[in-house]
């Protein structure tokens, strides 16, 4: 909310406390599900077997405009009367992007929007607003943990994957899995340059082989192998980059996984 101040200065006013924690996030949910449910009535016995859920980061509705511009254009026509493939889907909405503490969000606080029902600070992943970024100490408080759409999937007893275009330690994947006070810290050197411990923070990639439910992830497809990689084992491009962490976890994935198979090819891939 902007007040006035008395000499005309605009001040912004802190957001409600019950925004710092699940609850009310999880409350505020299940009032539009049940304001909009009897507009969806499903025929008995329906049930969706799979769920695949589609983003594209920073999607805006200037983009999906641009897009779908270009696809007419590249057809021959002008561009505005073309149509992209979701728009014609029986059901589309639209979702209102902003962090608990800043209005122009990140990649961090709506990838834990979208994927935990929670909304939190910007910068941070998989815990709520009680959790301030960079604050390793607050994250370690489970209370603030959250669980995404993957877990709930997991204990209904489906399987689960990933795929992602970028680093598998990004933010937006990342939010499928992690629980961490700063989406920059992918991997363990990160973690100690803010001058944290990362045995008390676990970074990103670590969370991703050791930690649940990622460890119990079937199919984990991204970029970013050099934060699962040794430093002495890094190219001078990579180092340059950054990356080191979990240093053998992936070569000995069966150690952490029987069913782990780290691949790098479509040979690979085709193999296993």
Known sequence: MALQGSRGA??????????????FWR????????????????????????????????????????ARTLLGQRQGHTGEESSLSFEGFPGLGLAKTYCVDKQIPDSACTATAYLCGVKNNYGTLG????????DCQASLDNSTHLYSIAAWALEDGRDVGIVTTTRITHASPAGSYAKIANRNWEYDEQVSEAGHDPAQCPDIAHQLIHGYPANKFKVIFGGGRR?????????????????????????????????????????GIENN
């Open 127 to 134: 815990v709520t607003a009680a959790v301030p970024r960079h």
């Open 27 to 66: 409350e505020e949910a299940r009032a539009g599900i049940r304001q909009r449910r009897p507009r969806y009535q499903a025929s008995p016995g329906e049930r969706a077997r799979n769920v695949v859920f589609f983003l594209g980061d920073g999607m805006s509705m200037p983009t999906v405009a641009a």
């Open 227 to 267: 934060s699962f990689r040794p430093r002495n084992t890094l190219t001078k491009k990579e180092i340059k980059e950054g990356g080191q962490t979990v240093a053998t976890s992936l070569k000995n994935g069966e150690k952490i996984n029987a069913h782990a198979t780290p691949v790098t090819s479509s040979c």
């Open 10 to 23: 605009r001040v912004v006013a802190a957001p409600p406390e019950a925004e710092a924690t699940a609850h």
